[in-house]
């Protein structure tokens, strides 16, 4: 059974930094695109960043320079480095793994807040 836990989110000053993380169980890790998407109160989820199994790396442009996204494939993990976090960064964060239409699978999503 195909499972995403997030960690890593919780409450930092704007010009912060926080690190995500996604522990992928259940799937062939290497065969999947691996996303970030994050949705704030009243907005629609957005993509964030993705890594291909490649690890070639695509990012929104809002965060394009501030956050990294990085696999690891020995532990099945994905991270999300963020750094100079602003208010407006502030939503839930969603892990998402990607193969097909069939084989798609979200976390349960871990709260960012940046705030002073």
């Known amino acids: 059974q195909a499972q995403l836990v997030e960690s890593g989110g919780g409450l930092v000053q704007p010009g912060g930094s926080l690190t995500l993380s996604c522990a992928a169980s259940?799937?062939?890790?290497?065969?999947?695109?691996m996303s970030w998407y994050r949705q704030a109160p009243g907005e629609q989820r957005e993509l964030v960043a993705s890594?291909?199994?490649?690890?070639?790396?695509d990012y929104a442009d809002s965060v394009q320079g501030r956050f990294t996204i990085s696999r690891d494939k020995v532990k099945s993990t994905v991270y999300l480095q963020m750094n100079s976090l602003k208010p407006e960064d502030t939503a839930v964060y969603y892990c998402?793994?990607?193969?097909?239409?069939?084989?798609?699978?979200w976390g349960q999503g871990t709260q960012v807040t940046v705030s002073s």
């Open positions: 998402n793994a990607f193969l097909s239409r069939y084989h798609t699978y």
């Open positions: 259940g799937i062939t890790f290497n065969m999947f695109r």
């Open positions: 890594i291909t199994s490649g690890e070639n790396t």
